[in-house]
């Protein structure tokens, strides 16, 4: 079967790298050159990005091999010499990787990543590198809003069955805990991450018993301390009163009924209803859950029309980052033994030379961030372009996921309010220090 | 590292299915069942769907199994009893699959894949038949748009920077591969599938050097039969002249320019003066490659403008379905050994019993579908649904991409022009038989 998995990740890279790559190998280019990853420009509907998935990206720079199988099917090309291929086999990712820590904030134009390598392998790793980071930093800044969105409730990441593959579906998961998610559904990412997993039961489950109350008694029995029964399939009220009679009769059993979940409906007047329902039979530590077609948006209004619910399911639109399902992420040549390099394309500069980026904050919130150059100080910020790999091998052991989780909560905490606004757009300052635009100005006319 | 791969993405499934499952095994509930997987409402820009993704969902069902690492994750859970988890040990998928072929069109309410299976079985597979099927059929059903913007000019896939994740970037360079892209630029993906692959230069490359073009010099030599300069840079204009120039004066040493490539500014100004720039130089088989943002809007644009442009570059708006970057499918029950199943909850019907689709076509144009109870004949139609797997085991061979994607193609071309365009919803006429509507009325009416 057709998987992605370390053997194979090193071919997971646009053509262009190789022949690149082959021409700088036969052109004897091999000096140290940097390369900024970074999203030119924050979707409209996103005021701050988390940043994610760096884990994953430092996994690939350690384990990136091309194997036997991959050089066969490279010399099947016939493109590339035996030479280029002998040294691609032996490639190994020997490269300096700065980048902003997972879970902290980052906006407009700011290096995620930073990588200085031998030229070719830096150009071989970009597509691979853009995949991995660009994909859990998108889907860590939705859940983010989401977060804001759900306050004091929890939300459970239901979004497996719509994510986009395999791959999607467990870093997702990894993303949307970052960012403040309390579960996942998703079992392997339960077991992969040791993410708390959670769940309720399906309309089927329902349908496959001769009646509703036949379901949720089965399942409440079988499940007497976690039952979250979902009492939409028919129903919700009488769903609900169902609910309430099973837990009533099962209670000298042991039954306990943790939740009901609603998936369908009016949710605001079907919780206040169903709240009432169980309320009147006693049950009032029992939690409503609800879920179906959640974004941040839905979520913030059925927290602010008062809806009486627990916690919140969310799907697709977190795990597809369905307003803004892509980040437009770049990787660009900043530096090279020649010194600082930019681009000058329409529409399209970059900011040449290695950089800083250095983080301001003002009683607890944080205020704007200047770009520098890598050896000024910038006196009362904070830098936060990290170094975390050397010579190819990280500097410091992984950050456990809690740690991460922990710093992304802490960064949620510093925003200042307009960013946290899900409505509206926000632009937090990002400035050039004057040495970065003096640099700006020198390359622009040396190479225009 | 972390992947997905055929010893864990049994644990690919959302907790629920496992809940229900062992919920299931204790109440002896082993019936086979049947689910219908299908998009309940095409998206709002997509007039048609491209069934895609069928073979992935196979090879998962020929290979699921829980081994012992996920039945020790599952045992750490404290969910579980042993003798479930001894069940899931063993278990292997040995159920019968209907679909409609890859490749072939489906809409609003068809069943892309009817599983029917011992309760459990069909249940736990749920979330991975959605997560497979629904990816692939979303990217093949974007990137039939772009083929139709396209017309006669090829477009090559550019999108793994921006996919969501890895395997989404080799599945999704098979989907637009099926719908009519001519190569992707995925090595992976060439690998794996034998997709032709294909690609330029980046940037980097030009900046690498000291100056454009002693870099566009550089390739050409390294790749005399295949080189395509990107000779937006710097300034267009000036890189078509520098190009054409490397192209003449390396033309006695083998060189043949096979391509320039333009990734920014106004394409259709920059493409006509390049285009003359290169005839001028005598030049008139160095193709002209546009990217730089492209979707089915953009190229259709372009072509409608004249652009003198031989191929496309396409990544991200057709890596992620940018304008509809999920597809509401489900997978609901709908039979089993009690009868025809139908869930009602607000909004969400759906339609009871073991189903076929029928395709009625009138002169080479497909008119409308009826979708009938599966012991029905339908006079005049061809049946869609198809028997794939019998037992767990496939009834044939896999087939071949070129099959699938001749397949496509000869879809496309059967479709009425309303459906075709791009700009237009226009809604394909599904029908239910008689013997369908008289059983959603019997079905409601014993469960309402």
């Not at 036997?68 to 086999?89: N, V, W």
């Not at 995620?112 to 995949?131: D, G, H």
């Not at 998703?186 to 309309?203: D, E, Q, R, S, Y």
Request: hydrophobic residues 45%; proline residues 3%; glycine residues 8%.
């Amino acid at each position: 079967m057709t998987w992605v998995d370390s053997a194979n990740a090193a071919l997971l890279t646009d053509l262009y790298e190789l022949t690149m790559a082959a021409s700088y190998f036969r052109h004897d280019m091999k000096e140290r050159s940097t390369f900024d990853l970074f999203v030119r420009r924050l979707p409209e509907n996103r005021n701050f990005l988390i940043a994610c998935g760096l884990e994953q990206a430092f996994e690939y720079l350690e384990s990136m091999r091309f194997d036997a199988a991959a050089l066969t099917y490279l010399r099947s090309l016939e493109m590339f010499d035996e030479d280029f291929l002998d040294y691609l086999g032996g490639l190994r990712f020997t490269g300096d990787v700065h980048a902003i820590p997972e879970g902290e904030a980052a906006f407009d134009g700011e290096p995620l990543l930073r990588v200085t390598a031998p030229l070719s392998q830096a150009q071989i790793v970009e597509s691979y590198l853009l995949n991995c980071v660009l994909f859990q930093t998108m889907i860590a800044s939705k859940a983010a809003r989401v977060a804001l969105a759900s306050g004091e409730r929890s939300f459970v990441d239901f979004s497996l069955r719509r994510d986009h593959g395999a791959d999607a579906a467990l870093k997702g998961a990894r993303a949307a805990y970052v960012a403040g998610a309390s579960a996942t559904s998703n079992v392997l990412a339960g077991k992969v991450f040791g993410i708390p997993v959670n769940g309720t039961m399906a309309h089927s489950y329902v349908m496959a018993f001769d009646s509703e109350i036949e379901a949720f008694g089965a399942f409440a029995r079988d499940f007497p301390d976690r039952a979250v029964l979902l009492i939409d399939t028919f129903d919700v009220e009488e769903g609900a009163r169902r609910a309430a009679q099973v837990a009533t009769e099962l209670a000298d059993e042991g039954v306990r009924l943790t939740g009901v979940r609603i998936d369908s409906g009016d949710l605001v007047r079907e919780s206040r209803s169903v709240r009432k329902i169980l309320d009147d039979a006693g049950l009032v530590d029992t939690q409503i859950f609800l879920s179906g077609d959640l974004d941040e948006h839905r979520i913030a209004e059925l927290v602010d029309e008062g809806a009486p619910v627990d916690a919140f399911g969310v799907g697709t639109q977190m795990g597809v980052s369905g307003d803004a399902p892509s980040l437009g992420g770049v990787y660009k040549l900043v530096a090279d033994s020649a010194g600082p390099r930019m681009k000058l394309s329409a529409g399209k500069v970059t900011l040449p030379g290695c950089k800083q980026v250095w983080r301001y904050e003002r009683n607890g919130v944080i205020d704007h961030d200047v770009i520098a150059l890598e050896n000024e100080t910038m006196p009362g910020g904070r830098p936060i372009l990290l170094p975390v790999m050397l010579n190819g091998r990280r500097v410091a052991e992984p950050e456990s996921l809690d740690e991460i989780r922990k710093r992304c909560a802490t960064t949620l905490a510093t925003l200042p309010k307009s960013l946290k606004s899900l409505t509206q757009r926000a632009e937090y300052r990002v400035e050039r220090s004057e040495r970065l635009k003096d640099l700006v100005e020198r390359t622009s006319a040396a190479r225009g």
